[in-house]
């Protein structure tokens, strides 16, 4: 979208749009767009808020106002919390997944967890018809044999070839995350963005698989890799609460 808003200007159609990764859009300028701190695929926050909704697209629509650009402007409040859904009517574990085996390196432990949350996906595909993963092409089990070979300190190919090394890394990693969260939202239970996000960053592998992926991207001579090391990998927020652990 933000290079989408460079052509349509050129036509003499004002533009704006909703950011919600922030670094994407500082490197391609659009011609104005509103950063909004939420949860991925929320640009506009949680469902069925119309009145929250309201103000960001309010927010968004200002910036129209603004004749001289490229201009990005932080939302700035966090959506809020919502239950992302109930779960499915008469839900019951689909399966008995067993404890994480303490041995094993860090690769093989993000192979195991991605395996035992295979059977909630499954949940979660039927219980809303459709599912954000795709834009990789790969299996969740084959993102994580992607990243087991940046673990083990070889650079694999690129899985598309229209993309750079720090492109494909970080959707391998967006969409490993998204199909984390989609697992974890038909869970048992009632879940918000913020405690499923809580979950995902304290709780599981997949994030200090991202943390140690966050310090291979730093220590690189690739500059495709170093966005990775700054923060669009791994949320400000977050960053501040991991660091305090």
């Known amino acids: 979208m933000s290079a989408l808003g460079h052509y349509l200007e050129e036509e003499g159609i004002p533009t704006t749009q909703i950011s919600l990764v922030r670094e994407h859009t500082v490197a391609l300028a659009p011609p104005r767009a509103l950063w909004v701190p939420f949860m991925l695929g929320r640009p506009f926050g949680v469902p069925n808020d119309a009145a929250f909704q309201r103000e960001v697209l309010l927010a968004a629509l200002k910036l129209l106002e603004r004749e001289n650009g490229p201009i990005l402007e932080d939302f700035p409040v966090d959506a809020p919390h919502d239950s992302l859904s109930p779960p499915p009517a008469g839900l019951a574990c689909p399966v008995s997944f067993p404890q994480m085996k303490p041995e094993g390196t860090l690769a093989e432990k993000l192979a195991d967890e991605v395996s035992q949350l295979q059977a909630w996906h499954a949940v979660a595909i039927r219980h809303r018809g459709r599912t954000t993963l795709g834009v990789t092409g790969l299996s969740p089990a084959e993102i994580a044999d992607y990243l087991k ?5 070889n650079v694999p190919t690129t899985f598309r070839d229209d993309i750079s090394q720090g492109d ?26 913020k405690s499923i996000q809580s979950w995902f960053w304290l709780d599981t592998v997949a994030s200090r698989v991202f943390l140690q992926i966050r310090a291979i991207a730093r220590d690189s001579t690739d500059p495709s890799l170093k966005p990775l090391a700054a923060l669009s990998l791994i949320p400000r927020a977050v960053d501040m609460v991991l660091q305090r652990e």
């Open 149 to 153: 070979s940046w673990l083990n300190g």
């Open 168 to 193: 494909a890394l970080k959707l391998a990693c967006d969409e490993l995350k998204a199909y984390y969260y989609e697992a974890k939202a038909v869970q048992p239970g009632q879940h918000s963005d």
